[in-house]
């Protein structure tokens, strides 16, 4: 063997020993971050919830401070105000509504034997598949010691000690970004330096989408809620306060939410009679109707289209990752993922594959964004998409 084969061997063989390092590091690396993100996703589902607060709250905090109030002070005033308004609500629902709960749970045993028995509305249900012979161990006392028994008051106490926590630890975070928020984005512009101004572009277009869906989607359910209470109060339907909340509750779910509520509502409707069910069908008929083609297409006027499958797809996913919180946040996420994505093909010049991927509908242009810095904003625009202002054409819907 020669002195260069020699040397090349060497050469080759310490090449393998650098890769197989690099791997096992990377592999180590990697692994130790995946143990230090499951560690930390409490704090991390914090930080989520309060960028999304962040972004729906942050108009209010443009808004003041567009008639010179300082930023900190605006921000804390609206953060303050929405916590008070949603406390008013609780405060003002919560007596009629534990009554009401309680009075459901503990009825629930009486309910389904009046929908079951010879001659109820679900008569053909017990006949061929005995399903009151199945639940007739689930007692009224029963019931009730599952849901006030002592044990699941103390879990009830600490769970309630976790949630004010977790909601004053949620609402200072986001007072702080709406504080600094403008600023590290501005300083992270401005590392970036050319390809900054395209980021930034892209960094508006993801706020607006997000927060824009956010608080249409609170919006939405809370006319949800009322016109649910409102349906069933007229129409004498028991427990209407907890049966609308739950309503609400479901509507964020996308696709299959709200539909869950309706059957809820109906299967109670029933204890009535069959033709409160049935008006109550009609006005939940209606009523998707008015949300799908009428409140939808307006509330949702500047967030991204998604297809169906592609929300079904990603609500499970959230739901299997965090539960309730990963369906409400699953959404969102996906949303600015998706502008992401159509930036990135838009930017190796595949242009046709991004407006498939944003699926954009033609709107006016925004105004700016609220929570990011806006100044020179008109100008990255066209600087990253060659376009004038009544060319651009912001993002759509969630479908």
């Not at 180590?28 to 962040?54: E, K, P, Q, Y």
């Not at 509507?251 to 409707?269: E, R, Y």
């Not at 009679?273 to 008929?285: R, S």
């Not at 289209?305 to 996906?334: E, H, N």
């Amino acid at each position: 063997m020669t002195p260069d084969q020699d040397g090349r061997e060497r050469l080759s063989l310490a090449e393998v020993a650098l890769r197989t390092v690099v791997i096992v590091a990377v592999v180590v690396g990697s692994a130790l971050l995946i143990i230090l993100v499951w560690d930390l996703r409490r704090i991390i589902v914090w930080l989520l919830i309060a960028v999304m607060l962040a972004l729906t709250i942050a108009p209010g905090v443009a808004w003041l401070e567009r008639r010179h109030v300082p930023r900190w002070l605006g921000a804390s005033l609206i953060t303050l105000a929405a916590v008070v308004v949603v406390l008013a609500i609780d405060v003002a629902v919560a007596v009629p509504l534990l009554r009401q709960s309680r009075e459901l749970l503990s009825n629930l045993p009486h309910l389904a034997h009046d929908l079951l028995k010879p001659g109820g509305p679900l008569a053909f249900v017990e006949q061929h598949f005995h399903v009151e012979s199945r639940i007739g161990q689930i007692t009224p006392g029963r019931v009730f010691h599952l849901v006030a028994g002592p044990r699941s008051i103390a879990s009830i106490f600490s769970q309630a000690a976790a949630i004010v926590a977790a909601a004053v630890t949620i609402v200072t975070i986001t007072i702080m970004l709406l504080i600094e928020g403008p600023r590290g984005w501005r300083v992270l512009v401005d590392a970036l330096g050319e390809r900054g101004r395209h980021v930034d572009v892209v960094g508006h277009r993801m706020q607006r989408s997000v927060g824009g869906y956010v608080r249409g989607n609170l919006l939405i359910s809370l006319l949800a809620s009322i016109g649910s209470f409102a349906a069933m109060s007229i129409l004498g339907v028991p427990y209407a306060l907890p049966l609308a909340l739950a309503v609400g509750l479901l509507d964020i779910i996308p696709l299959i939410g709200a539909t869950l509520g309706a059957v809820l509502c109906v299967l109670v409707a029933l204890s009535v009679g069959w033709l409160a069910a049935v008006l109550l069908v009609v006005y939940f008929v209606v009523y998707q109707q008015t949300e799908n083609h009428v409140l939808a297409p307006v509330i949702y006027a500047k967030t991204v289209a998604m297809s169906p499958l592609i929300v079904l797809l990603v609500s499970l996913a959230g739901a299997i990752l965090g539960g309730l919180v990963g369906v409400l946040l699953a959404i969102p996420i996906a949303s600015a993922v998706q502008i992401g994505v159509g930036e990135i093909l838009r930017a190796r010049g595949v242009e046709r594959l991004a407006d498939l991927a944003e699926r954009r509908t033609e709107e006016k242009p925004d105004e700016g964004s609220p929570l990011l810095p806006s100044e020179d904003e008109g100008l990255s625009e066209q600087a990253s998409t060659g376009a004038t202002p009544d060319e651009e054409r912001p993002a759509g819907r969630v479908a």
